[in-house]
């Protein structure tokens, strides 16, 4: 963004001078190297064993300064391999909602490492974690995975195993996870891979409307091609895109009435409420699928499902009468470990109390955060999602990813994410914005809010 026009809009839009972001970014990009040389020296050893120096390639990308090599995480608190001690309000894509090191969850892991974890049979401990389930999402049968793409899978095989239909329905901006069909973009009147190496024949089973808009909705459907709908209940990946009065009613009659199932992704959402968004918001999915937080941080994926989809599980046809079995599996799918951590986890830390306290928390960051840009003059909207909130740039909060895209200032973002960085609060995806963990305080919030008030008020100046 360096011509003089393009340099005038953002600073109308956002009230914030571009020259500025680029001086300070300079500035912080030095003072992030300075603080981490073991951590760089970690990434240049790693290259020579993993391309890209990380052990997942997608790290260089979505981080906005180089990684940091994590060497223990306690509460809601890690420490890097150049001792900076980070504040974590990324809790790890929400993976970390329970905290870093949730006491319930080490001591259920640790009993269960004593007497072996790993048989490819059931544990009993998968009986209280699926009833669990069923009474807060009011879904009486569940399935494991070991991750919410892999819940997202096998709930899509089981929609098109119960419609006899093969094409999957999303909405620009969701992420479901990183299989073939779930990662779809739309560009220049085409279906297109969002990343490489997907199967090009992916993108006929799949189709893609914008969010909150209901006559795209009907469009799509009217077509009668969809197995299931796949969306969160609210849009976490582009920030946040909450749904408009009424959507969720007319979702829930269009997919009935054009028998397409509706799948509701609660893997980020579940840090809203004991039984996620469908609790508080009352929503009535088929199917609803689940990872991260869900464990306590050790790998689980969930779906959870009505009586009526339940019973495909059983059945030994397909849609032409063929003889055969649903696809499902995973030699390490619900294994101990597993079972055991997310049956603390249910019990132990994702409680009532947690979730009240989680969601105060959230209202104390956005009340913050609002004081904040007001003082400031900064017309930055923000939202609040229980414990986690942010902000828009563009004046409004979005409606679609289209919004969301259109208001968001990559610049800037990587200003914050290493600015924060560089104070000891770790905040590093674009698309994440902050939240509080079980293991968060007041005063963590206020360490947050600190660090933002200096950024602002450095932009301001
Ligand atoms: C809403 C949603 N669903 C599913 C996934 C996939 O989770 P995982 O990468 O743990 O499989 C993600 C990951 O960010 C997500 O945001």
Redesign the pocket.
């Known amino acids: 963004m360096t011509d003089g026009r393009c340099d005038r809009d953002l600073r109308r839009r956002t009230g914030v001078d571009p020259r500025r972001v680029e001086q300070l970014r300079r500035r912080e990009d030095e003072r992030f190297r300075e603080l981490h040389p073991r951590c760089a020296a970690l990434s240049g050893a790693a290259e020579r064993s993993m391309p890209r120096g990380v052990p997942m390639s997608w790290m260089t990308d979505s981080f906005d300064h180089p990684p940091v090599w994590v060497e223990s995480g306690h509460g809601a608190h890690f420490t890097c391999a150049d001792g900076v001690r980070f504040l974590d309000t990324n809790i790890g ?1 929400k993976s970390t909602f329970c905290g870093l090191d949730p006491e319930p969850v080490v001591r259920a892991v640790q009993r269960r490492l004593a007497d072996g974890w790993q048989f490819m049979q059931p544990l009993e401990d998968a009986i209280p974690v699926a009833e669990e389930l069923a009474r807060r999402w009011r879904r009486p049968f569940w399935q494991f995975t070991l ?4 819940a ?1 899978v096998e709930a899509v095989r089981l929609a098109r195993l119960a419609t006899g239909r093969d094409k999957v329905l999303l909405f620009f901006g969701n ?4 299989a073939d069909e779930l990662l779809v973009s739309y560009s220049g009147g085409e279906l297109r891979p969002h990343t490489l190496g997907l199967a090009s024949r992916a993108f006929g089973a799949a189709g893609i409307v914008p969010f909150n808009d209901l006559d795209a909705l009907t469009g799509a459907l009217a077509t009668g091609e969809y197995a299931c709908v796949v969306t ?1 209940p609210a849009l ?2 582009v920030g946040v895109v909450l749904p408009e009065p009424g959507f969720h009613d007319d979702l829930r009659r269009q997919t009935r009435e054009a028998g397409t199932l509706l799948v509701l ?1 609660e ?2 959402t579940l840090i809203c409420g004991p039984a996620g968004l469908v609790g508080r918001w009352g929503l009535e999915p088929d199917i609803v699928t689940m ?2 937080a869900i464990g306590g941080g050790v790998p689980l ?1 969930a779906y959870g499902m009505t009586e009526e989809v339940a019973e495909v599980h059983l059945r030994e046809r397909g849609p032409d009468g063929s003889p055969g079995e649903l696809a499902t599996g995973g030699t390490l799918f619900a294994n101990g470990l597993s079972m055991a951590a997310a049956r603390a986890a249910l019990t132990e830390v994702l409680t009532e109390e947690a979730y009240g306290r989680t969601a105060g928390l959230g209202a104390r960051l956005a009340d913050g955060l609002e004081s904040l840009f007001g003082d400031a003059g900064l017309d930055w909207p923000v939202h609040r999602l229980y414990a986690r909130s942010g902000w828009s740039l563009g004046g409004r909060l979005p409606r679609n990813a289209a919004e969301a895209d259109h208001d968001a200032w990559p610049e800037l973002s990587a200003l914050q994410h290493t600015y924060l960085a560089d104070r000891g609060v770790w905040e590093a995806i674009s698309s994440a914005g902050p939240a509080v963990s079980v293991a968060a305080s007041a005063a963590d919030v206020d360490d947050y809010l600190a660090v933002v008030g200096d950024l602002v008020a450095e932009l301001t100046a």
């Open positions: 894509d991750s919410a793409t892999q997202n992420y479901a996870g990183h969160e976490t990946n992704d893997t980020h990872g991260k994926g």
